[in-house]
């Protein structure tokens, strides 16, 4: 008998229940951590009933399901989302403040499952939660980390990482799952065996999977997302206990867990090393495996494969994952090799997520002999099918002693996207040039989106009130409702609740940082908001030099009628990036100075948030009135961070890069302070010899802000501590820092003088928020569904 016909009272009876029978404690005594379980299992026993409702009408439809296969899933908090989806805010927040709770507080007593890095693990999860607001059957698979992304703290303003432990607790959202487990074989030799190839591996390790429900908006549908964890074939070795032997009793259970032991903290950078081939294989084998056997279980004809089955990786990391089909099509389950082949290509697509030549996964052919013997050899005929079929042009994902992923990934797809029409257009005349002339139909764009449940609705409960007051609840479900905020803009009255709220929002977050990080911030500043990964092509140094600049200004003419200006910054470094993490650094030294400077600080203050991540970003987001976009024009695929700015009513200021370019053209150029050279312009611009020190001669803005670190002002006890920044600066400057500064200054002029107008700015601001439903993830997941997986909804539009 379903649950959600029960009497209204059970919400709280039902949290009381789980509080006395799941967790077996008495109210009492109950701590924080109880609480917060006890909820969470009350919505879970609501969700599962919409979850087997669900997939009882998938099988029933025998529809065709999505696999989103991604090593990166960057879910955040679960709770707030799953009673918002499920409609039970007010039920929730009335039970819980009647036991004489915080609401909020237990809402952000639940660790952020931090299980990704940046901007393509949370689309992942924006993408499976809108899935499941389509009604569009589909899995997401990947690993169940036990470590996700490190913990960043500062110590004298250096960023230092210590393991995160999500885990440490029991986690509400997972179901454990030993029935689907999986033994995979890595490793060994490839035997001929009456003609066939019979791969023999050297090591085996069982893949047990958790899953956790995806319920999306209104509960009207819930998929699975299906975490693999490495587990010991044989995890005891009794024999050696006995000998008294006793690590290596244990020996295999660790060696396993170690293939799901940490999620690697690159964003952008492929180390090539053999763990992380190990996670690529370990997860994709064991996905392709589930999904075969799902299959089989009621279809016959594997030909029918691809009406049944669209598989989308997630970049290259989930790449082998062709291969893995076709051998297993080939190997096991006896298919010809071709015919192994045209399956699997009609069932797998890849999106590229950046350009980054660094950043393009390619393994060394040793390497991968030594741990995937058999798929080498597959790759091989893979290759060669593609030659014979395209005679004319040599492009293989075997060369050069490397695989090259991109390669074999485009090879293997049906279709290949881009993230953002700039993105998509570049990926055609560079990295894909090759095999674009060769496939010019294969490459699609679908810019990417942001659900608009977490990024407005849950995050930013008054912009909400106020939208739905004003045209409805609609929007929640169809955000390109929003045009219709349109004609209540030039409303003063209207106008005045919007500046309201996020003079409100701005309050709450000065209050988190006061209470949290001991600052006072000036309220009535500007918000100027820089969060994402440290990287060289987002250019953190650009807007940290013209801080520095702008505090020398200020200096000089502390009554020139300045504009308050707050900068924050938030985000991490991969522990390896020693670049990046001195650019974190100088921003931590440059808030020490600058925060201590009573000359300025009324009129400046710089502040760097320690331990970035989504539940961050849904504190500072709603707070924003300028989104930093700032990134060298071609470097940034997309951005998403941008989009949830442009929702939540702040400002862009940004270059003509990855879905800058869309916002501008949705929004309005009225409504975006552009500056910054354009891709042509930059390629061109770095073929000028010595082109930064050219531009640092040309403004002496510069010239002084970029003298003022090399000469220790940030670092008195250490002058030369940036020597390296300095150096490149003014040197090879490949980022176009320097050459793009002196606009960016302009730029920034130009946000005070349009901030100095508060009715001007909210107009500009609610322009933003009514112009950008576009950007939901229920659009982009439409596009896919229509251009790549041919994938039909069983709710249908609401
Ligand atoms: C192998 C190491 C590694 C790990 C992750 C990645 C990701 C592709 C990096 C990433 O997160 N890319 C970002 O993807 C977002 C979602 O499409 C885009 O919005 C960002 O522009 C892009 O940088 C590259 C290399």
Redesign the pocket.
Known sequence: MAKDNMPKTDFRDAILWHLTYTLGKDPDHAQIFDWRMALSYAVRDRIVDRWMAATRETYRADAKRVYYLS??FLIGRLLEDNIVNMRLADEARSAIESFGLNYRSVLLDEPDAALG???????AACFMESLATLGCPAYGYGIRYEHGLFRQSFADGRQHEAPEDWLQQPYAWEFERPEAAFTLGFGGRVVSRDGKAVWEPENFVKSEAFDTPVVGWKGRWANTLRLWSGRAVNPFDLERFNAGDFAAAAENEALARTISRVL?P??????GKRL?LTQEYFFSAASIRDILRRFLSDHADLRLLPQKVAIQMN?T?PAIAGPELVRLLHDEHGLPFEEALHITQGCVNY?N??L?PE?L?SWGEDLFASLLPRHLQLIDRIDDAHAKANPSRKVAARGEGRVKMGELSFIMANRVNG??AL?TGLMKTTVFKELHRLHPERIVNET?GVTPRRWVHSCNPRLSTLITDTIGEGWVGDLEQLTKLEPHIDNPDWLSRFTEVKALNKADLCDWITRDHGLMLNPQAIFDVQIK?IHEYKRQHLNILEAIAHWQEIKDNPGAGWTPRVKIFGGKAAPGYFFAKDIIRLINDVSVVVNADAQTNELLQVVYLPNYNVTMAERLIPAADLSEQVSTAGK?????GNMKFALNGALTIGTLD??NVEIRERVGADNFFLFGMTVDEAEARRNVEAHATKAIAADPRLARAVDAIRSGVFSPSEPDRYAGIVANLTGADYFLVASDFSDYWRAQREVDRAYADAQGWARMAALNVARSGWFSSDRTIRGYMADIWNAKSLIGQE
Do not use: C, I, Q
């Open positions: 090593m990166e890095n940046g901007g393509l693990g949370r689309l690697y690159e964003d952008s950078t492929e180390k992380r970049d990391h999106t997520h950046t980054l950043a996964e993230v953002a993105h990417n990964r940034e695929a997309s951005g998403t990855g879905a």
